[in-house]
């Protein structure tokens, strides 16, 4: 019995950029349920999601030709994703814009290496995103999507987010200890 190898994204992609429009729809499968739980988290309006994931799938459509085919696929069309929730979180906010400074970016920390806790502390920061993750700045929110729901590594975090690797575990680190205060101040009901 012979199985058929499923065709990488970016082979699918390379064929769209060769003229074959109708393999886009192949990406279009493969990435909708991905994008949308991705916008979900992010944007926390589903109605927001599913508009702004059509408006991902269009720009990536339009941008194809600029995709290098050497390169893994799917931090390109997250990055594209990442841009466009980042757009609407701009035209949600109010006119009163303030200035911050992104230190986390301007004195990136080394992160430690994984303890033997590791696996552990990743369960109970998966059941707590599940529960407060709308509670978090979207600084943090959206690197904690994308390593524990999206099972990212740190170095396609950091190339969406084009933030350094370093950056990455900072931020995730931030955001898991945000979860932690927000999930020990919040009233239990058992």
């Given at each position: 019995m012979v199985t058929e190898v499923?065709?990488?994204?970016?082979?699918i992609a390379l064929c769209v950029q060769r003229g074959d429009a109708e393999a886009f729809g192949e990406l279009i499968g493969r990435y909708q349920p991905?994008?949308?739980r991705y916008a979900r988290k992010f944007l926390l309006d589903p109605?927001?999601?599913a508009d702004i994931v059509q408006d991902i799938?269009?720009?990536?459509y339009q941008?194809?030709?600029s995709f290098d085919t050497t390169r893994r696929f799917s931090p390109w069309i997250y990055r594209i994703a990442h841009n466009e929730?980042?757009?609407a979180l701009k035209k949600r906010a109010s006119r009163h814009?303030?200035?911050?400074?992104?230190f986390d970016t301007l004195f990136p920390h080394l992160t430690a290496p994984d303890t033997s806790d590791s696996a552990a502390l990743e369960r109970d920061t998966q059941a707590m995103l599940d529960q407060y993750l709308d509670k978090v700045s979207p600084k943090y929110r959206e690197p904690l999507v994308l390593y524990y729901l999206e099972g990212m590594d740190y170095?396609?975090?950091?190339e969406i987010l084009q933030i350094p690797v370093s950056t990455v575990g900072v931020r995730l680190a931030r955001g898991r200890t945000a979860l932690t205060k927000i999930a020990g101040s919040l009233p239990r009901y058992e």
């Open positions: 499923p065709e990488t994204d970016e082979h991905k994008l949308f109605d927001d999601a799938f269009i720009k990536s941008n194809i030709q929730f980042v757009n814009t303030i200035f911050t400074i992104d170095k396609e975090i950091a």
